[in-house]
């Protein structure tokens, strides 16, 4: 095989006059410079003096790396996606010269290294603050390939000078970058050029258009960042830049790299062989994880590794099952019906199932972590936690009656209005009006501060109508926010990535221990758990009841767009969102129906390690509902009296449990990084301008009454309780 594809880089040499009057600091300058000089003469003569490999163009790399769920299943194997090898003689020109000019344009004139341009991009390193120039040739990243890792030390720096060194000597340029061209990772699965052209435009490679040549020589730098999948924008741009560099080198003419950069990238919309994982949602927050932690796509997928995950692969495949046949069975089947669920241990923070979509060969987008969507009724949880963190208590009664704060004037689904009722039950029945009081009363700050320290980022209005759920929220963030209700108040981070051993068996990485973060009282944790079970007991969120103690809470926005369930056990929480990817409407659909069968589908099998534990709570008892009773939450003073009167029962019991112990100890030590609630002082409870007192009709039972007070009342943003 012939060196065909040689070429002349002029060089531009410029000649120094040295200077006859030499100071102390000149002389030390020249030393020095001769040193390196004499080291980088003595590095480069043991280079040349190294053997050949014998048998290299026999040599297959080990680069199988797999990852595993927590009960041995391969859920994923990166060298799944390797074609074919191709012959030099296949593979165009063009894709040889972009390789080339991209990665190593003296590639024909080195022997393997350029110790020279290390120096070059050392300075200009150096200078730029940052990294914006490397210095591997082609022969080092195949030197790499073959035998390294991608460790970025010095000691594997000098272990690819010599084995490049050895590689020039082994087989001819042409050999090399055959090899190259064959084996070198190109993200999202793919391995050498032929591969990269099957999953990204499903073409040979011998039938790939200039640009898409260019968006694939681009990749080499950095495959995961680059992917045309993962960053479009980032990928269309790192293809000009190729483009540019083809240009300047005189490969291609100016035309065809005006015409080359105007084109749209097409890819391949169905990309069977790289989603052939069995949890590919999870693999992609895996590989998430794993960047936080310092392995990139090509470390992981060159290197060999077996990575172990906290999935609980029985329960990802209920989860999986969970979606298609209850999301069928409800006649939702087009691409654009689709649902997401997420579920780990808020105990240890062990992710156990997930699911961002129904079908990610359709769709890589994670409506977990990527979409914010409106969790109506869902929210009002934090609504009423905020509120007994002020001192309300489940058996206080409210009315359950229409009222308007300012311009707003929320309705209960149906017209549906039931009079003083206990708190408990109102978010037992997901009363909408009672909702609106209670933010009323506890104010919208402290309620966005619970949902704060709950754990919840996107964006939250300073407005009433956040008490049913019309701020959009992330997947993640909504289910890791209920974990702490089942945790006695403490938030616990998921997590994915259990271990990670490198391809001679030594553990690389642990994940530590779960650092828990106060952020509720535990008495809240409690109340909230008590009232939440009689949601799947007895309220709008039944279809979810797996037959083992549960809380849980169904949301659906007044427009049918969104459905949520979200629930938790003792050991396990989950939530599930349905929707339409288009934000149109689902109908009749609610909370209540598909999203809490979904749940119940998926907790089955998730909670059957545990038996039926209830929660290491003390019991609490809810007072059934008597009629007659007179409303506690009235007025501000009312909030404060009930506030104080916690307080001084909570101050009594730590004063009484000092010499006692319980199953459940509030004072772990732990991170307290989100700081608690502070007490509302009275002269601080005082209504905004823009919510003067509520207007509620009488409190007369007649239906007549309340019906056409209702309809005298502007429906303006609000949730159905299912």
């Known amino acids: 095989m012939s060196d065909r594809y040689q070429f002349e880089v002029p060089e531009k040499i410029r000649k120094v006059k040295p200077k006859r009057n030499y100071t102390a600091l000149g002389y030390l300058t020249v030393f020095v410079i001769a040193v390196i000089l004499a080291a980088f ?3 480069k003569l043991y280079l040349l003096s190294l053997p050949p490999i014998h048998n290299l163009e026999d040599f297959k790399p080990n680069i199988i790396t797999k990852i595993y769920s927590s009960d041995g299943e391969i859920i994923k194997t990166f060298t799944a996606y390797t074609f074919k ?9 063009t894709l040889i010269q972009a390789i080339i000019a991209t990665e190593d344009k003296n590639f024909y004139h080195h022997a393997g290294y350029d110790l020279f341009g290390l120096a070059r991009s050392i300075i200009a390193n150096v200078m730029a603050g940052r ?20 460790e970025k030390t010095f000691n594997r720096k000098i272990k690819e000078f010599v084995i490049a060194a050895r590689i020039e000597k082994s087989i001819s340029k042409d050999q090399i970058l055959e090899m190259y061209l064959n084996n070198v990772y190109l993200g999202s699965g793919a391995y050498g050029v032929e591969g990269a052209a099957q999953i990204y435009f499903n073409k040979s490679v011998k039938q790939l258009s200039l640009p898409e040549i260019a968006l694939i020589a681009g990749l080499p730098q950095a495959p995961s960042v680059y992917s045309p999948f993962n960053n479009p924008k980032k990928a269309e741009k790192r293809r000009n830049q190729v483009l540019r560099r083809m240009y300047k080198m005189r490969f291609i003419t100016k035309d065809e790299y005006l015409a080359s950069k105007k084109e749209p990238i097409k890819l391949n919309h169905k990309p069977n062989v790289y989603t052939y994982n069995k949890a590919p949602y999870f693999c992609d927050y895996v590989m998430r994880e794993l960047d936080k932690l310092g392995f990139d796509e090509e470390d992981i997928s060159q290197g060999g590794y077996k990575i172990t995950t906290t999935l609980d692969y029985n329960t990802q495949l209920a989860t999986n099952d969970a979606i298609v046949n209850d999301m069928n069975s409800y006649g939702l089947k087009s ?5 997401a669920v997420f579920a780990y241990n808020h105990v240890t923070g062990k992710i156990i199932a997930y699911a961002g979509g129904r079908d990610y060969g359709k769709s890589q987008y994670d409506r977990i972590t990527q979409a914010i969507r409106p969790p109506g009724s869902a929210f009002k949880p934090f609504v009423y936690a905020a509120a007994l963190e002020k001192g309300i208590t489940p058996n206080d009664m409210v009315e359950d009656m229409p009222v308007k704060i300012g311009n707003w004037a929320p309705r209960n689904y149906g017209n549906k209005y039931r009079g003083n009722i206990p708190v408990y039950t109102a978010l037992m ?6 909702a609106a009081r209670m933010i009323e009363y506890t104010g919208i700050r402290p309620v966005i501060q619970m949902a704060r320290m709950l754990g919840v980022t996107t964006p939250i209005e300073y407005d009433y109508t956040i008490a049913l759920g019309s701020n959009g929220v992330k997947l993640f963030e909504f289910t890791r926010a209920y974990g702490a209700f089942a945790n006695g108040g403490f938030k616990v981070e998921p997590y994915a990535v259990e271990k990670i051993e490198d391809s001679k068996g030594k553990v690389v990485y642990e994940a530590p221990n779960v650092k828990p973060v106060k952020v509720m009282n535990l008495s809240t944790a409690s109340e909230m758990t008590a009232i939440l079970k009689t949601v799947i007991t007895n309220g709008t969120g039944m279809a979810a009841n797996i037959g083992k103690p549960a809380a849980g809470k169904t949301g659906t926005t007044d427009d049918s767009k969104d459905a949520y369930f979200m629930g938790y056990t003792p050991n396990i929480v989950a939530g599930v969102w349905v929707g339409n990817d288009d934000n149109t409407k689902l109908g009749n659909l609610t909370g209540g ?19 039926n534990v209830d929660f290491q709570y003390a019991s609490y008892d809810l007072t059934p509902f008597k009629a007659g009773k007179s409303v506690k939450i009235i007025s501000p003073d009312a909030v404060q009296k009930a506030f104080d009167k916690k307080e001084k029962e909570l101050k009594e019991k730590a004063e009484n449990s000092k010499n006692t112990t319980s199953d459940y100890v509030d004072e772990t030590p732990v991170e307290t990084s989100i700081p608690k609630l502070s007490p509302i002082k009275k002269k601080e409870i005082k209504k905004p301008e823009t919510a003067p007192t509520p207007q509620p009709v009488s409190s007369n039972n007649s239906t007549q009454v309340i019906e056409d007070a209702a309809n005298k009342l502007a429906p303006i943003p609000m949730a159905s309780p299912f």
């Open 85 to 93: 090898k191709v012959e030099l003689e296949e593979i165009p020109d």
């Open 131 to 150: 990294v914006v120039q490397g210095a591997s040739t082609i022969t080092q990243q195949l030197s790499r390939i073959l035998f390294l890792n991608n």
């Open 335 to 339: 691409d654009n019906n689709q649902a």
């Open 41 to 43: 003469s003595a590095f």
């Open 593 to 611: 129906t598909v999203p809490a069968i979904i749940w119940r589908d998926v907790m089955k099998v998730a909670t059957q390690p545990y038996g």
């Open 429 to 434: 029945v997901s009363s909408n009006v009672c």
